[in-house]
């Protein structure tokens, strides 16, 4: 079983509550309910139902605030942000198939 240690150096371990998520972020609670409902994130729930986020989610709503802010719809922010996120995960498989023999 993984330790606590590990389980928070995991960037995909989801570690913080809504509200400790939303003071990280700089952003309100409901702009992180507004990403989930724009399916940008999805957080994990608790088994009481609390939503619990993750480093990697944070930083992705840290993104789109910082779009949000210069102006850019949050839909429109959404989009872009999964798409990067697509663009960089097809960039890396590629390179894992290069590297493979």
Same mark, same amino acid.
């Given at each position: 079983? $993984? !330790?606590? #240690?590990?389980? /928070? @150096? #995991?960037?995909?371990?989801?570690?913080?509550?809504?509200?400790?998520?939303?003071?990280?972020? &700089?952003?309100?609670?409901? /702009?992180?309910?507004?990403?989930?409902?724009?399916?940008?994130?999805?957080? /994990?729930?608790?088994? &009481? @139902?609390?939503?619990?986020?993750?480093?990697? !989610?944070? =930083?992705?709503?840290?993104? $789109?605030?910082?779009?949000?802010?210069?102006?850019? $719809?949050?839909?429109?922010?959404?989009?872009?942000?999964?798409?990067?996120? !697509?663009?960089?995960?097809?960039?890396?498989?590629?390179?894992? =198939?290069?590297?493979?023999?």
């Amino acid at each position: 079983m $993984a !330790q606590p #240690d590990d389980m /928070f @150096g #995991d960037d995909d371990y989801p570690a913080y509550t809504m509200g400790r998520a939303a003071e990280i972020v &700089g952003a309100s609670q409901d /702009f992180l309910r507004r990403l989930d409902e724009a399916k940008l994130i999805t957080p /994990f729930r608790s088994a &009481g @139902g609390h939503r619990r986020y993750s480093r990697y !989610q944070l =930083r992705l709503a840290a993104r $789109a605030r910082e779009m949000v802010d210069q102006g850019t $719809a949050l839909e429109a922010a959404c989009r872009i942000i999964i798409l990067e996120d !697509q663009l960089e995960e097809a960039l890396r498989q590629n390179e894992n =198939r290069e590297r493979s023999p």
